[in-house]
């Protein structure tokens, strides 16, 4: 039987982690679909190898999460009550990282890593400097998301729930762990993490944790910006972006998070909104297949915003490359959130390389050779094409093509 409703919303804090030992759900191998064929090599190596060495080891987090829903997990997190150097001594190409709270980086061939975290005590004992390690329960608990909170035990290939993560599974629900208002006043990226979840996998946000998530929506500037932003390029580039936009601006975290795009998609007519919701669509679709770059659908994410009130021509009237004009609209977008230089310097080059094919494509009969001979053609080209479907499509864009200067005829 899973833990009732009030167990899992209606507590304090510091009620998650008092004396009274709290019983998890077991869900045995027979009653859920995950295999040792789901799990990496290099992952069942790291379970088996503390648990030889007496130690629990669970699988955790989001790879238990999707193996239950079918998805192939993109790495796999093991949790544990061995300590850090415990950990260290089980396995010779491993590496102690981290400060204040240390986790364990063991190395494989390939470039391949497997992340083992000892479990996490209470938020407040980290918060008074007590000793940051802690049970299983307790662990749980620090999690963001009850289907995040799942342990999948090597031991006897169980699953052990003890925050009602199963039953949300189930139902389709994201809900955040303990109460909505405290745990995104500590940490405001999980209310980022909670649409993620929700656009991702396509679920329901728990009425109490969207409320909170609207209520407290100012608080994510006060993270740090390297954080925000390693959060909404995941989702950009997840091929999840366009749910994602949707609910972020039904939030508000997007008028937050990038205020002036915000500002022009809360003043534009229905018709651009629609634009921008569907050219992220369409990036979605082109990912999820391997048929886009970063720069590609950061580039299309972009797009919108730099053609808003005549800022830039959808017609271009020359050949000309807004390179400059184009590196403005970008900083005005993504400040304060500095990221790789080779992947700002790649959006820009294909934006840039935007106008230029598209005023060939709209008005030549064949491309001159010096542009498809540029390196960025066939990607610039492509996403220009996915432009000019969608402004045809969707804002009823009509083509006006230049007319022919006629030539004199000289009579003698």
Known sequence: ???????????????????????????????????????????????????????????VGGSVRDMLLGLAPKDFDVGTDARPEEIRKLFRWSRIIGKRFRLVHVYFRG???IEVVTFRGPEVAEED?????????????????????????????TIIDYVGGMQDLKNGIIRVIGPPDLRFT????????????????????????????????????????????????????GGWSSPWADLMLKSGLFHEIFPAYGRYLSEA??????????????????????????????????YPFLVRKGKLPRLPETTGRPRQE????????????DFKKEL???????????????????????????LGRKSYFEEALAICKIVLKLEKEILGMEISYPKKKRRRRWRA
Request: aromatic share 12%; with cysteine.
């Open 1 to 59: 039987m899973l833990l009732q409703e009030k167990e899992t919303e209606g507590w304090k804090q510091g009620e998650l982690f008092g004396n009274k030992p709290l019983k998890p759900v077991i869900i045995p191998r027979t009653e859920h679909p995950i295999s040792r064929k789901h799990i990496s090599p290099e992952a069942l190596k790291v379970l088996y190898r503390l648990k030889g060495a007496g130690y629990l080891a669970y699988l």
């Open 111 to 113: 470039g391949k890593f």
């Open 129 to 157: 400097g007590l000793e940051l390690f802690g049970t299983p329960a307790e662990d749980a608990f620090r999690r963001d998301l009850t289907i995040n909170a799942l342990f999948y035990n090597i031991a006897d290939f």
């Open 186 to 237: 500590r940490d405001p990226v999980r209310m980022m993490r909670a649409i993620r979840h929700a656009a991702r996998i396509g679920f329901e946000i728990e009425k109490n944790t969207w409320e909170a998530i609207c209520r407290h929506k100012e608080k994510i500037i006060l993270c740090a910006p390297m954080r925000i932003r390693d959060e909404w390029l995941k989702d950009v580039l």
């Open 269 to 302: 007519p229905p018709e651009e909104k629609r634009f921008f919701l569907k050219i992220l669509a369409v990036s979605d679709q082109k990912i999820r297949k391997g048929q886009l770059s970063e720069a590609q659908a950061l580039a299309l994410f972009l």
């Open 326 to 337: 184009i590196r403005r609209e970008m900083e005005k977008v993504f400040f304060p959130y």
């Open 344 to 370: 700002f310097e790649n959006t820009l080059q294909l934006l840039s390389g935007l106008w230029p094919i598209k005023y060939h494509l709209l008005y030549s009969k064949r491309m001159p050779r010096r």
